[in-house]
């Protein structure tokens, strides 16, 4: 079965400081990768998507992320992190595949100080 | 925009109640999802469903069942909640090829 897997429940940065938050995956095939992003009670908003083509992927709020199949890894980066970046950010993978779901990292918990 | 919209943002029920999540999407989505949240566990799926009356179990769907009448309508069932049920929980929804899923606001249900 594919599983996510998410480095670090909580991380902590200084406001202008780099964001990085780690997401490895398990699966015999490249899946579609996702990080998803939840601030205090709210749903999840989709950050960034990786299905195919380019590995280096932008999404929203200046957020990247990049497939590395070798790693197994879609790991998250912001270069200046911003107060307003405190949040949860999930990491989720679906298998290619019809009539599947997303299965979900347990979140990591980003505090952004100033 | 998509619109996932979750009837209740908070519950709160008692220890044997049955109870209705309700979860309406506006964009004619075809799949449709419940997951429940933890914290330190991440959302984890309960039941989904690929077309109307259609359902299939997800990760922990002991305890829930589901009801898809209709396409844009998709309901969680607690037939008697327990208080191990207190969660939040979040409906999802998504065209067949697509990739990503869309969110509601979620409900945050406590079980008294």
């Known amino acids: 079965a594919q599983s996510v897997t998410q480095l670090g429940s909580h991380v902590s940065v200084s406001e202008g400081a780099l964001v990085l938050l780690r997401c490895n995956y398990s699966?015999?095939?490249?899946?579609?990768l996702f990080w998803y992003v939840q601030y205090p009670n709210q749903g999840l908003q989709l950050l960034l998507k990786y299905t195919t083509g380019a590995t280096l992927v932008k999404g929203i709020n200046g957020f990247e992320a990049e497939f590395k199949k070798s790693e197994t890894s879609f790991h998250l980066t912001k270069p200046s992190a911003h107060m307003s970046d405190a949040a949860e950010y999930f990491c989720?993978?679906?298998?290619?595949?019809?009539?599947?779901?997303?299965?979900f990292g347990k979140g990591t918990t980003l505090s952004v100080s100033s | 925009d998509v619109k996932v919209t979750q009837s209740s943002r908070y519950l709160v029920k008692r220890t044997g109640e049955k109870v209705f999540l309700e979860c309406v999407q506006d964009?004619?989505?075809?799949?449709m999802f419940w997951y429940r949240q933890d914290p330190g566990l991440g959302l984890r799926l309960i039941y989904f469903?690929?077309?109307?009356?259609?359902?299939e179990k997800g990760d922990i769907p002991e305890g829930y069942s589901v009801s898809r009448e209709k396409k844009e309508r998709f309901s969680l069932i607690l037939e008697s909640a327990s208080t191990n049920q207190t969660s939040m929980y979040l409906c999802a929804s998504n065209r067949h090829g697509s990739t990503e899923a869309f969110f509601g606001q979620g409900t945050r249900l406590t079980v008294v």
């Open positions: 964009m004619d989505h075809e799949n």
């Open positions: 699966s015999s095939v490249p899946p579609y």
């Open positions: 989720a993978v679906r298998p290619n595949q019809a009539g599947t779901a997303l299965i």
């Open positions: 469903s690929y077309d109307v009356k259609m359902k």
